[in-house]
């Protein structure tokens, strides 16, 4: 059925290879004198180009396939076998895979090139491209493994990535703590995602752990144990992709350089998630309750993060949050078992996040690593490219027909009311609707009004080609990328959700058209709402409020940080000092200071007896002696 | 042509340590002459390694009798459960002598002693000749730590060694109440390990004398509560010593649970297995959280280390192959990342003179290869997929969870625990600004990357062809659990089957 | 007649053994001492009569070689004794006191 390809190991390989040797380099030189910035953007960007070809080649042999033979697998060497466990060094590429593969290393690719301009003059330049071609690496592993555990993999590599680069200015303690927190998080899901792969594999992995014959044997699994799989799972997912009650760590990852934000924690690696529920679709469709529980789950952390996004003052935090929001609705998609909507939203959403960070890097760049909204005002006549680009994103985020994100975020609404969550339904308008007001809140400060800070304005400029272009080639993917999914009611034929199929588990429900065009109907209606609102508050230049009551606790986030940090952060220290100032010396410690005492005391019990003068020590001999003779003479007798 | 490879590196460094403690002769010679020994077994070790074909059985054998009238023999054998401890015993200790140049020469004698010891402790297959290596390994310790150790060396050597002898003499006992009932049992003297296999041992007697055998073998490993000798003496000892306490000796303690404990006693064992596993957890979630609060490095990494080493131990007592085979491969991951960790320390405070985190930052700025290899041995530590630390920890989390769902959990959380500690400390020591103190830190020199550059690699290449190491292990491991659950099921059918007709003659 | 050599050695030997716990003197402690050798070789030649063998008396001799080489370095550390505290009072030497 699968078919062999052998170098689907090779498009991994390519960018680790890069990060190995533009690391190696780094290493050796930086202390001295600093290699050349051009030789390391060449290094950098062959390695995402090249994969992006080749994941070309492999969408179209796949392509090329009978639609239900669609698997090409490599499997170089058995990583580790130990009884019944046989975990292969393996690669898949299914049109799931292929489709992820080909928007990864597309925008990986543009970020790597927007990043030369972006970095450009920075120290550690070279560090910054081995850990970005690292990223792009483990990335690759994630999509093309071909097991849970090879998958595993990549999904620790990219959360060390994250690490490694929210923490990049290492210098400033609150950014390496911005890592520290994510990478605690992101442990915190892996420990969900190891022990559901570990539970998987008890139930039904002994025949083969790899993802093809765990669909096979998908079936076998009993209520209980499939569902707890199913939540394990989801746990794992919600540390990577940030949904509650894990997602604290993504809006203080923005401490990273803007790029990685776009690539990271926006497009590629925060989406993970989404698709392992998605490759796990065969188990999950079985188990709709769990399906359940993540589309509240992730309706719920879209709403959230919609609440704290309208507060923002940061342009990257209101981006991150947006980001966190956006990965609830993909969330919900995936719940409702509509997993090739999550998927198309996943796709859609990278190219115009991606796009929206880029742009805000150019604005950040150009500010000077200004980053509040209220200090910045009127730039569109400065930075024309730029803000034609944002705004092309922001329309395509706020869900505006006929952009990217209308189709796929219709989409996964429209599924939930099919599928029987009208509530699910509501909340996604409702939250469509935020998103619409605070996106456009951000674009009317940064862009429209009158500039804010006068002296920043006036040295404001668009930035150079290798920022603006890449900006461009995205505008047009946000754009356009939702023809490919376009459902029947506007004459598409779901192209994307077709290729998909032969990957995913799920069914497609049928109802009646007018139900959709009421649907679709309610979301234009709430983006129509939500930018109006934003354009009459905004529109005309606006200066900071105050916050209070409401507005002042979504600024704050609910003080969700000060509750983890009260009830989890502050005891987990208390303990670990507990223990080692009072349990580890008085208490672990006990039966050794017994002894010590015990040998102590009955020392000082017997000192009486040694009284120093030889001829008392005789009189002990004497005695000893008599008593041995006494009792020596008894026994002869 | 092996034929005495396992003696030859037994006696090859005890000799030559003693000879370096009885001739006069600078520390720069003494350290050459280890150097060139080490690197000597070093390549036997590698032979060995590559000649081993991993069938389960004893392989390299030498066999001479000792004191027959007892049954003593001078048995020597290496199999897949010994194979990782004795190549961890043997790679690792070249390092030590190229890195650390400034000591005297009855340290490195001490040292060479050290390795023969705990190489004829891996190697012996009888019991009294393991026992004798097993004490013999503590006194190059017992001099390393009481004499070349920190400030408070004193105290710490005493609570070590004498923690450790009185586990030794519980087990002692126990040896000979082993030997006895082999005595008793087929009218002969054995106490190889081969002819106590067959031994079957009920009743108060073979409990308490397995528990004799646990705490001694739980003091070295060190298995909560048993620990409370490691943080002084591992922070206390010289680097050098805490790096062979920590990635070899304390390996030994849970090799010998394996090697003699599993096979003598397999119904004890099957029946405290819940709660030694308890304990494994106890000690990583105990140790685990001590670490987060500690401010002295070296410390840190002590606390690290017994929380790694309740993991292990509780892959022993998981009782199924997935858990039995990490255990063994995380031996080997454990000594080539916490262990190298050590030495990092170690030089960090050659250079700078403390060991203190607060002192300390921005290390990274001036030393980035330093800082690279100790990242990779950090993320190793903490079971990064890709290291060698994430075969081990993921094995023994999946035996653990066929084993009891409950503790597969707690052990999972080892994943989470670890990383809390490490990156705290990583960020304050590397990372921040730089402090006075740090300003001149020097990077890696050219001998110090190249006696890194190959453990990094191992570590790298152990996550990655983990197969290598595995198949070599698996089959012994496969049937060690065999014979465990065989045993043990037998003997619960035997009890069953036992207990109405007790009832039926009683009524 | 044996008896009675036996209970004289036996009251030589009970003499030595309080001369040893009750004086203090150090040279009346090492007179009492070769007292008790000497209690012991009348045992030994005692038995040997009784059982005809020689080897009581071989042990005799041996004593008293051991009782002379002992007298000599005893003697000298008497002197060393005397030299250190000035004194041969055995209460002074009470270094082992607990």
């Known amino acids: ?637 | 042509m092996f034929e005495y490879a396992l003696s030859v590196i037994i006696f090859l460094p005890i000799l030559t340590g003693l000879a370096l403690l009885l001739f006069p002769l600078r520390g720069g010679v003494a350290r050459a002459v280890g150097f060139i020994v080490s690197v000597i077994i070093l390549f036997i070790g590698i032979e060995l390694f590559l000649g081993f074909n991993g069938k389960s059985g004893m392989e390299y054998t030498e066999f001479h009798q000792w004191i027959p009238s007892l049954g003593v023999n001078y048995a020597l054998g290496i199999d897949g459960i010994s194979l990782l401890v004795m190549v961890a015993a043997t790679f690792l200790f070249p390092m030590v002598f190229s890195i650390f140049k400034t000591r005297t020469k009855g340290f490195y004698g001490n040292l060479l002693l050290a390795q023969g010891a705990m190489l004829g402790a891996i190697c012996s297959t009888d019991l009294i000749l393991f026992y004798v290596f097993w004490e013999i390994m503590l006194l190059p310790i017992f001099f390393m730590i009481g004499i070349y150790g920190g400030d408070k060396r004193l105290s710490a050597t005493l609570k070590l060694t004498i923690y450790t002898i009185a586990g030794s003499l519980l087990m002692l006992a126990a040896i000979i109440y082993v030997g006895t009932s082999y005595h008793e049992q087929f009218g002969k003297w054995s106490f190889n390990i081969a002819d106590l296999q067959a031994l079957s041992l009920s009743g108060g007697f073979a409990i308490t004398a397995f528990l004799m055998f646990m705490v001694a073998f739980a003091i070295k490993i060190p298995l909560f509560p048993f620990h409370t000798w490691l943080p002084d003496g591992y922070t206390e000892a010289p680097t050098a010593t805490t790096f062979i306490l920590s990635a070899i000796m304390a390996k030994i303690g849970v090799y010998g649970v394996i090697r003699f404990v599993i096979p003598v006693f397999e119904v004890e064992f099957t029946r405290f297995a819940i709660l030694f596993s308890l304990l494994g957890i106890a000690g990583m979630l105990y140790c685990g959280l001590a670490a987060i609060a500690q401010k002295d490095i070296k410390r840190l990494l002590a606390f690290s280390s017994a929380s790694h080493m309740g993991i292990i131990a509780l892959g022993v007592f998981c009782m199924n192959v997935q858990a039995l085979s990490g255990c063994l491969f995380q031996i080997m991951a454990h000594a080539t990342s916490t262990g190298v960790l050590f030495l990092f320390v170690g030089l960090m405070e050659e250079r700078l003179g403390t060991r203190n985190i607060d002192d300390l930052g921005g290390i990274a700025y001036r030393a980035p290869i330093f800082a690279t290899f100790f990242a990779i041995a950090m993320l190793a530590s903490v079971g990064l997929p890709g290291t060698s630390g994430f075969i081990g920890e993921f094995l023994i989390i999946l035996g653990a969870i066929k084993f009891n769902a409950f503790i597969g959990f707690l052990a999972g959380t080892t994943l989470i625990i670890g990383v809390c500690y490490m990156l705290w400390m990583f960020q304050r020591v590397f990372f921040e600004k730089g402090k006075e103190r740090t300003e001149s830190f020097a990077d890696l020199n050219g001998m110090e990357i190249l006696t890194f550059v190959p453990v990094i690699l191992l570590i790298i290449g152990m996550g990655i062809f983990p197969q290598t190491f595995l198949e070599k292990i698996e089959p012994t491991a496969q049937q060690h659990v065999a014979q465990l659950t065989a045993v043990s099921a037998s003997q619960i059918a035997d009890t069953t089957v036992q207990n109405p007709g007790h009832t039926n003659h009683k009524n | 007649m044996i008896q009675d050599y036996l209970i004289l050695s036996v009251i030589l030997f009970c003499l030595g053994i309080l001369g040893v716990i009750s004086r203090r003197n150090v040279f009346t402690v090492f007179m009492s001492i070769e007292l008790m050798l000497n209690a012991a070789n009348l045992a030994f030649i005692t038995f040997s009569r009784v059982h005809e063998s020689m080897d009581g008396h071989v042990m005799a001799m041996m004593i008293m070689a051991v009782a002379a080489a002992e007298a000599a370095l005893a003697l000298a550390v008497v002197i060393l004794l005397h030299k250190h505290k000035g004194k041969l009072d055995t209460n002074v030497f009470s270094l082992l006191k607990g």
């Not at chain 1, 033979?69 to 060497?77: E, K, M, N, Q, V």
């Not at chain 1, 209101?318 to 078992?337: E, K, N, P, R």
């Not at chain 1, 730029?386 to 395509?396: D, E, F, Q, V």
């Not at chain 1, 032969?502 to 009646?512: A, D, I, K, Q, R």
Request: glycine share 10%.
């Open chain 1, 1 to 637: 059925m699968e078919q062999t390809a052998n170098y689907l190991g090779l498009i991994p390989l390519l960018p680790l290879t890069g990060a190995l040797v533009i690391g190696l380099l780094h290493m050796l030189t930086c202390t001295k004198k600093p290699l050349p910035e051009k030789l390391y953007s060449v290094l950098a960007c062959i390695g995402p180009l090249l994969s992006f070809f080749m994941a070309l080649v492999v969408l179209f042999q796949l392509k090329n396939m009978a639609p239900e033979d669609r698997f090409l697998s490599h499997i170089p060497f058995t990583w580790f076998a130990v009884g019944e466990l046989h975990v292969d060094m393996g690669f898949l590429a299914d049109p799931l895979s292929s489709l992820m593969l080909v928007f990864v290393t597309f925008i990986g690719s543009l970020i790597h090139i927007y990043s030369i301009g972006y970095m450009a003059g920075e120290e550690n330049y070279g560090k910054y491209f081995a850990y970005l071609n690292l990223f792009l690496g483990a990335m690759l592993i994630l999509v093309l493994g071909n097991g849970p555990v090879v998958m595993f993999v990549g999904w620790e590599g990219v959360g060390l990535c994250s690490y490694l680069l929210i923490s990049f200015y290492t210098k400033d303690t609150d950014n390496v703590l911005a890592g520290n927190k994510a990478f605690i998080v992101n442990r915190i899901g892996d420990l969900g995602f190891v022990l559901g792969m570990s539970f998987l594999f008890w139930a039904i992995g002994s025949t083969g752990f790899d993802f093809l014959s765990l669909r096979e044997n998908a079936h076998l699994l009993t209520p209980g144990i499939g569902f707890a799989i199913c939540l394990l799972l989801f746990v794992g997912a919600c540390g990577k992709s940030a949904q509650i009650p894990l997602y604290v760590w993504l809006p203080d990852a923005m401490a990273g350089p803007t790029p990685v934000s776009a690539l990271i924690h926006a497009a590629t690696m925060v989406t993970a998630g989404v698709y392992m529920v998605a490759r796990f679709s065969f188990i999950y469709s079985h188990f709709p309750s769990a399906g359940t529980i993540i589309a509240w789950v992730g309706i719920l952390t879209a709403l959230l993060a919609a609440i704290f996004g309208m507060f923002q003052k940061d342009i990257k935090k209101i981006l991150a949050y947006s980001t966190v929001s956006q990965l609830g609705y993909m969330f919900a998609g995936v719940g409702v078992a509509a997993y090739s909507a999550g998927i198309f939203h996943v796709f859609t959403h990278a190219f115009f996040k991606a796009l929206l960070f880029l742009g805000a890097g150019s604005v950040i760049y150009a500010l000077h690593h200004q980053q509040n909204i209220w200090k910045m005002g009127g730039l569109k006549a400065k930075m024309p490219i730029t803000y034609a680009t944002m705004l092309i994103g922001a329309l395509a985020l706020s869900g505006c027909p006929p952009f990217s994100g209308f189709f796929s975020k219709d989409e996964i609404l429209f599924m939930a009311l099919a599928n029987g969550h009208p509530g699910i339904w509501f909340i996604g308008v409702l939250v469509a609707g935020m998103t619409a007001y605070y996106t456009f809140r951000m674009m009317f400060l940064v862009f429209h009004g009158e500039a804010r800070d006068k002296q920043a304005y006036d040295q404001a400029h668009e930035p150079p080609a290798v920022m603006t272009v890449p900006l461009i080639i995205l505008a047009a993917g946000a754009a356009l990328v939702g023809v490919f999914n376009l459902p029947g009611i506007f004459g598409g034929s779901m192209s994307v959700s077709n290729w998909l199929a032969p990957s995913l588990v799920e069914h497609h429900p049928h109802v009646s058209i007018w139900l959709e065009i009421m649907a679709i109907a309610a979301s234009i209606a709430a983006v129509v709402i939500g930018i109006t609102i934003a354009y009459k508050k905004f529109g005309h230049g606006a200066e900071e409020p105050e916050f209070t009551g409401f507005a002042k606790l979504g600024y704050h986030k609910f003080y969700v940080d000060e509750i983890y940090n009260a009830a989890i952060i502050q005891p987990y220290k208390a303990i670990g000092s507990l223990i080692s100032r009072f349990f580890e010396p008085n208490v672990t410690d006990l039966h050794v200071k017994f002894s010590t005492w015990l040998y102590t005391k009955s020392g000082k019990a017997f000192k009486v007896f040694q009284v120093g003068y030889v001829r008392i020590y005789a009189i002990y001999m004497v005695i000893g002696l008599s008593v041995m003779s006494f009792f020596l003479s008894q026994s002869i007798n």
